[in-house]
């Protein structure tokens, strides 16, 4: 463990002096996992007390932990428990072979190489870059995972594939992977140039007819290459919660947050950049600050209604970014989760207090600035009329909005299926909110996941979004995808989706009209943890699942004993077996 504690070290120290922030903070993460007291007594005794082997010690006292983290009401702590799976392998490895790396050494040179493998860990990730891996194929994983984020902000694509088995005989194969539209090509006759590079991108982008500008989401802004602004309109979503979640101890102060807007700010070389006020809550917690008793983080204290208890962290927040902007002429700032007139007149308040006390201490800051709000509670379409002229423009976060609007956590997965962007009703819920907005000639932007989907592309133009806001790294295909698309088409395609009654419908249309998309499939990571019932289908958590089924040398996980016993019968009687459990941790 000690000497994995010290590889760990040294790689953090490593990403740190590479300017790598998030990957380090995620293996700071293990560093403290493995400096646990806890976990460490727990080892000795197991070792001392019941004799048993380091290997089944190790695996013992992680096992608990990982059962108290897959316990968690919280989506976000729950996948650490893939942070505990990645440390287990990591020593296992050592302790077997002196070897810690993820990535198997069967092939004497990674670089240029796609790596499968059934689950993307942390460790796995840090060995790819090192080693000059362009890709992953999986068949586990999922979108909050700490080996999702490194893979998205190092641009490593990630591909799942339903199974891993038509691939494992393929060591050395030449294949395709096309991680945006969920393409996997073995042996393709002719090598096809999947990176479209962003400046070529852009230069397409630029002489489309379609009115749609395309802009950039920032989740770091001391990782952001502003270089690739340049087939940007300017960055459409500055998440601050990441400076906020890197501090353990305390909130930033102003002067620190001062200092990472100011440079962020002077990189952007004058172009927009909206800064969405910091919206901690819901799967966004801080270690050292409680947000009390909450059955549901997501329906509890969010953005500005922690402010009504501490309004000073909006305050300090708005002064650092006045500061940051007073020589940036195009500052937006865009206020997250404000359901309705009554939300907005409270943060105008705190606003107005924060210019205040800049005049009051003599701070040089940017007085002129345009100020949006966030749609991303159903609450906030109904109350549009009376916002509207308080604000300059407006944000869709479809993600939220999605999940309110069905009441469908997205990161469930058994109602996953209930969680579908091509929902009739959200459609048209889409179109109230263009409408209204261009009837008070309010510019609109879309943000979310749907954003940079190209199955739905077209559909999202021809509702009249003028605006979106993708990842820096789904820029070239988004470019693309509306390279070929016609406005005309696009407006026929979105009518005939409104009229549509079910979801079923809507995505028939769609698959009607593929030549207008040119896409078939996303490759998103799913999200939750999966091992499916052989018998109802059903997901369950296999790590806590009280029926289990060894058979055939195959683990089987159910989500009842009617189901257990059902599949007990059918395989006594030779019946076929339905389908086989996969786990996905």
């Not at 059934?118 to 060995?127: C, H, Q, T, W």
């Not at 990630?158 to 969920?182: F, P, Q, W, Y």
């Not at 969010?302 to 962290?313: G, V």
Request: charged share 20%.
């Amino acid at each position: 463990m000690k000497e994995v504690l010290s590889e760990l070290e040294l790689a953090t120290e490593f990403l740190q002096k590479q300017e790598y922030k998030v990957e380090a903070a995620i293996l700071q993460a293990h560093v403290l996992l493995l400096r646990d007291e806890e976990l460490l007594d727990r080892v000795r005794n197991s070792i001392l007390v019941s004799n048993l082997t380091a290997e089944d010690a190790l695996e013992s006292a992680m096992e608990r932990m990982t059962l108290a983290l897959k316990s968690s009401e919280s989506a976000l702590l729950a996948e650490r428990a893939a942070d505990l799976k990645d440390l287990r392998l990591r020593i296992g490895m050592k302790l077997a072979e002196g070897a810690a790396d993820a990535i198997s050494p069967g092939v004497a040179d990674w670089n240029q190489a796609v790596v499968a493998m059934e689950e993307l860990l942390p460790s796995s990730v840090l060995a790819a870059s090192k080693a000059g891996v362009r890709g992953f194929v999986v068949d586990r994983g999922t979108q909050l995972s700490h080996a999702a984020i490194m893979a998205r902000s190092l641009g490593i694509p990630v591909l799942k594939i339903a199974s891993l088995s038509r691939i494992e005989h393929k060591t050395g194969a030449e294949v395709l992977v096309d991680a945006v539209n969920g393409r996997l090509v073995l042996e393709p006759l002719e090598r096809l140039e999947t990176e479209l590079p962003i400046r070529s991108s852009f230069k397409a982008h630029a002489h489309l007819l379609l009115p749609v500008r395309i802009w950039v989401n920032v989740d770091d802004a001391e990782q952001f290459d502003s270089d690739l602004l340049e087939a940007a309109s300017g960055i459409g979503l500055y998440r601050t919660e990441s400076l906020f979640m890197k501090k353990q101890q305390d909130f930033p102060t102003e002067q620190e947050q001062m200092r990472v807007y100011s440079d962020l700010f002077s990189r952007c070389r004058g172009l927009p950049v909206t800064v969405r006020t910091v919206d901690i809550g819901g799967d966004k917690q801080l270690e050292h600050f409680s947000l009390g008793p909450q059955a549901n983080p997501y329906l509890g204290l969010r953005a500005h209604r922690i402010y009504r208890f501490h309004p000073e962290l909006f305050i300090t927040q708005l002064r650092a970014i006045l500061r940051a902007a007073a020589e940036m002429p195009a500052l937006r700032l865009l206020f997250p989760m404000i359901e309705g007139l009554d939300e907005l007149l409270f943060i105008e308040e705190l606003a107005q207090e924060a210019r205040q006390s800049l005049r009051r201490d003599g701070c040089v800051f940017q007085e002129s600035y345009q100020s949006g709000i966030l749609v991303e509670v159903p609450a906030t379409v109904w109350n549009l009329q009376a916002l509207l002229p308080h604000v300059d423009f407006l944000s869709i976060g479809t993600n939220d909005l999605l999940q309110y609007f069905l009441a469908a956590d997205r990161n469930n997965a058994n109602v996953r299926g209930s969680y579908q962007p091509e929902n009739p009703g959200f459609l048209r819920m889409l179109k109230l909110i263009v409408d209204t907005a261009k009837a008070h000639d309010k510019p609109l932007m879309l943000c979310g996941e749907i954003a940079a989907d190209p199955d739905l592309l077209a559909l999202l133009v021809g509702l009249g979004i003028e605006n979106l806001s993708v990842g820096i790294h789904a820029l070239p295909q988004v470019s693309q995808s509306l390279s070929v698309l016609a406005v005309d088409s696009c407006r026929l395609l979105a009518q005939e989706c409104l009229g549509a009654s079910t979801t079923a419908e809507v995505r028939k249309i769609l698959a009607g009209a593929a030549p207008l998309l040119g896409v078939s499939e996303s490759s998103l990571l799913s999200s939750g943890f999966e091992a499916m019932d052989p018998v109802c289908g059903m997901v369950v958590e296999a790590k806590d699942c009280p029926y289990a089924l060894t058979w055939s040398d195959q683990q089987y996980f159910f989500c009842s004993r009617q189901c257990l016993n059902s599949f007990i019968a059918k395989c006594h009687h030779g019946q076929a077996v339905l389908s086989r459990a996969q786990g996905r941790y």
